[in-house]
């Protein structure tokens, strides 16, 4: 295995994670708990509004649609080279 596909995918493995994390992780009953440890009251209830959430978990989704678009060209050269 090259170096460069190892790259990337440890690359498309950090986006996986970080897509499903940054997806879920607003909506959840954690997020809560981690708001109350932020000391500014006004920025507690910024990150609390559905607006918010709503952005990070489309980000999320970001993540996971590059990541599989990675996967995708990495099947793409990988037949290409196994016709060839």
């Known amino acids: ?3 460069d596909s190892l ?3 440890l690359f498309i493995l950090y986006c996986i994670e ?3 994390i940054l997806l879920l992780l607003p909506w959840g009953g954690g997020w809560e708990r981690l708001i109350l440890h932020v ?3 006004q920025l507690q209830e910024y990150l609390l509004k559905p607006v918010v959430r709503g952005l990070l978990s489309g980000f999320g989704v970001v ?3 590059w990541a599989a678009h990675d996967l995708d060209l990495m099947a793409l050269k ?3 080279r196994q016709s060839s």
């Open 1 to 3: 295995m090259r170096l």
């Open 7 to 9: 790259g990337r995918i």
């Open 18 to 20: 970080a897509g499903a």
């Open 39 to 41: 000391p500014d009251p």
């Open 63 to 65: 993540h996971l649609v």
């Open 78 to 80: 990988r037949r290409s």
